[in-house]
């Protein structure tokens, strides 16, 4: 079992920046895919990031190419997403994601969720 912590939600004014940070716990895996994952109200969860450690990959949503970046700790029980030029659009409930999917993209095939934290970006 793999358990995941996010951290560093939050309220920010358009154009600013958060940092949130996802923790493994458990059993850990030198080779897995973390992902990140929102849902805003009203709408379905989507795809933000993805980094996988198998194939040394990291991959993004065309939303937030360019503004938010993935990154890890070198032990791997750290996930971060670094969130710049938010807009309010960005606001929803952004889950950490672990495992081996086949297709990054796809929430239904990660195997360990986060419990989520909350995201308000302000006009």
């Known amino acids: 079992q793999v358990q995941l912590v996010e951290f560093g939600g939050g309220l920010v004014q358009a154009g600013g920046s958060l940092r949130l940070s996802c923790a493994a716990s458990g059993r850990t895996f030198s080779r897995i895919v973390m992902g990140w994952f929102r849902q805003a109200p009203g709408k379905e969860r989507e795809f933000v990031a993805a980094?996988?450690?198998?194939?040394?990959?990291?991959v993004y949503a065309d939303s937030v190419k360019g503004r938010f970046t993935v990154s890890t700790t070198n032990a791997k029980n750290t996930v971060y997403l670094q969130m710049n030029s938010l807009k309010p659009e960005d606001t929803a409930v952004y889950y950490c994601?672990?495992?081996?999917?086949?297709?990054?993209?796809?929430?239904?095939?990660?195997?360990?969720w986060g419990q989520g934290t909350q995201v308000t970006v302000s006009s």
């Open positions: 980094t996988s450690s198998i194939v040394g990959s990291t």
């Open positions: 994601a672990a495992g081996w999917p086949g297709e990054l993209r796809a929430a239904d095939l990660y195997l360990y």
